[in-house]
């Protein structure tokens, strides 16, 4: 049997209360097989970002259970939330935060200098073909370029999980597909679970599985037979 990341049940999230309250997860029941590449689709406020949030351990459920393998996320204190993140989790989002002071390399440090099991800087920037780029600074660099230095900065410290928040939607579609090549990369070579929110529908086709959301809750699960390689898809 395969083991799942990630097995979620009946995940609610509410923000505010009263007349106010917004709920942005409704119920949500997934299972997250290891090592595959997830999409997830959906449209504006659908409750993407708020599931990302929760199972990578920045924000809390209100309702429900989410396990990361053998351990429950939604009743870990705030400090082992913390050691979850910086030991499993690597993030990626779709305006890079890079520091703009620090050289490519010395944004990959970063991550390194605390991570448990880390890999060489410049091996992780090596694995997203930015060797060359190790001494520039992010206003050196292409929008392409600086979102692979925020992968090599998410990989470095070789996650289980890499969540991407639309990764390629500050791109056009040339520099996206780079960027989603060195994602596949990363889930192919490394092992990582790579869970991909997108609006661009057509990248659906590169996953294992493809999770549509609507108001708050999972409409769709599509576990796709053949995948196409990034080089494949147009957006
Ligand atoms: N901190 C917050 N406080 C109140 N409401 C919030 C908060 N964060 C998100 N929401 C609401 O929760 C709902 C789900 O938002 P979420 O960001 O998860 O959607 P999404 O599918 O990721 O959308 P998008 O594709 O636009 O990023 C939305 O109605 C949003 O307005």
């Given at each position: 049997m395969t083991e799942n990341t990630y097995t979620i049940r009946n995940l609610k999230k509410i923000y505010g209360q009263g007349e106010t309250a917004v709920h942005a997860l409704r119920g949500v029941d997934l299972d997250i097989p290891e090592g595959e590449f997830v999409v997830l689709l959906g449209a504006s406020g659908s409750g993407k970002s708020t599931l990302l949030n929760i199972i990578g351990g920045l924000d809390r459920a209100s309702e429900g259970t989410a396990r990361f393998r053998d351990r429950e996320l939604t009743t870990m204190s705030d400090r082992e939330l913390t050691r979850y993140r910086r030991d499993h989790v690597g993030f990626v989002f779709q305006f890079y935060n890079l520091m703009p002071s620090?050289?490519?390399?010395?944004n990959v440090e970063l991550v390194t200098e605390i991570s448990r099991n880390p890999m060489e800087p410049d091996k992780a920037l090596a694995l997203v073909g930015l060797s060359e780029r190790a001494?520039?600074?992010?206003?050196?660099l292409s929008g392409g370029e600086q979102q692979r230095v925020a992968i090599a900065r998410a990989v470095a410290k070789q996650p289980d999980v890499l969540f991407c928040d639309e990764p390629t939607g500050a791109l056009d579609s040339t520099t996206g597909r780079a960027v989603l090549r060195v994602l596949r990369d990363v889930n192919e070579t490394l092992g990582a679970t790579v869970l991909v929110v997108t609006h661009a529908a057509s990248q659906a086709a590169m996953a294992d599985r493809v999770i549509r959301f609507s108001d708050g809750q999972v409409v769709e699960v599509r576990e796709n037979d053949r995948k196409l390689r990034p080089e494949e898809i147009e957006w």
């Open positions: 620090l050289t490519a390399r010395e001494d520039h600074f992010p206003s050196q």
